[in-house]
């Protein structure tokens, strides 16, 4: 077994693709206008102009904490900024960078790390943080104090300064903020945070207009009226409905917007920070 993990550890990795997304932009999201301001001035303004904080000698953030319900859109948001800002672009699913043997876990983190600097300016986001990155006092095993530990380590390590003044920015997304290490989400790691929560009816006519921009849909289609009949629906759910209703054709959307499938009054005041998708 020796000789075959040496022999594994010789043979050079295959080369991953890290450019960009190609296949989304900020135009396919609808109701994320306020998370989109955020996020220009978070994530876009060091990445494409570092000068400026360099000659200042003020740090940009090092990381960006979206969290909200399932559904609500921050997967596709991460994705979506990517492909806007064109920069290097990794992306990772926590549950990914666990591995069975002892080590290999802060091994693939800092390898992360390390590829980041290499490529950057460079976005690197990572979805179900929780999963990986939970309180170390409430931890059940050494490696799980290891990983947060590790993180914290690599996070630190991102300075300007030790990336030869290009950014490396960390975009994390969760539903769960409260179960994430403290140290975590103070200054100098995920200390900027935005919160997307169930779009109220005004962001839902945005993220329904978004989804439908590209079909043909009948001259009577009322986006406010549908809007107004989906209360307590995230962007996950108004994608199941449109895709439903486009399946049935024009009697699909006639069959929505007379209450079928979907009805109900407004419940709690939500907010427009909010899109399709996780």
């Known amino acids: 077994p020796s000789k075959k993990r040496r022999k594994a550890e010789r043979e050079p990795k295959p080369e991953v693709d890290r450019t960009p997304p190609t296949n989304i932009s900020l135009a396919n999201l609808g109701g994320v206008d306020e998370v989109i301001a955020e996020l220009n001035e978070l994530v876009a303004m060091p990445m494409l102009y570092p000068e400026t904080y360099l000659k200042t ?44 043997m002892s080590g290999e876990s802060e091994k693939k983190i800092r390898e992360i790390f390390d590829e980041a600097k290499k490529m950057a300016p460079c976005l690197v986001f990572i979805d179900e943080i929780d999963v990986i990155m939970g309180k170390r006092e409430s931890a059940q095993r050494e490696m799980e104090k290891r990983i947060v530990a590790q993180m914290l380590t690599c996070m630190d390590d991102m300075a300007l300064e030790k990336t030869d003044g290009k950014p490396v920015i960390i975009i994390a997304a969760t539903n769960r903020p409260d179960s994430i290490d403290p140290a975590l989400r103070r200054a100098g790691r995920f200390n900027k945070e935005i919160n997307l929560g169930v779009p109220n009816e005004a962001a839902r006519e945005k993220i329904l207009r978004a989804l439908t921009q590209k079909l043909l849909l009948p001259e009577t289609m009322d986006f406010r009226q549908l809007a107004k009949m989906t209360p307590g629906f995230v962007g996950a759910d108004l994608n199941d409905v449109v895709s439903v209703a486009h399946g049935g054709g024009g009697e699909g959307y006639g069959l929505l917007l007379s209450g079928n499938g979907c009805g109900g009054t407004e419940g709690a005041a939500g907010n427009d920070r909010h899109a399709v998708g996780n």
């Open 57 to 100: 000698g003020i740090q940009p953030p090092r990381g960006v904490l979206l969290h909200g319900p399932p559904g609500c859109g921050k997967t596709m948001i991460a994705n979506a900024f990517a492909a806007e800002i064109g920069v290097s672009f990794i992306p990772l699913s926590a549950p990914s960078l666990v591995a069975g």
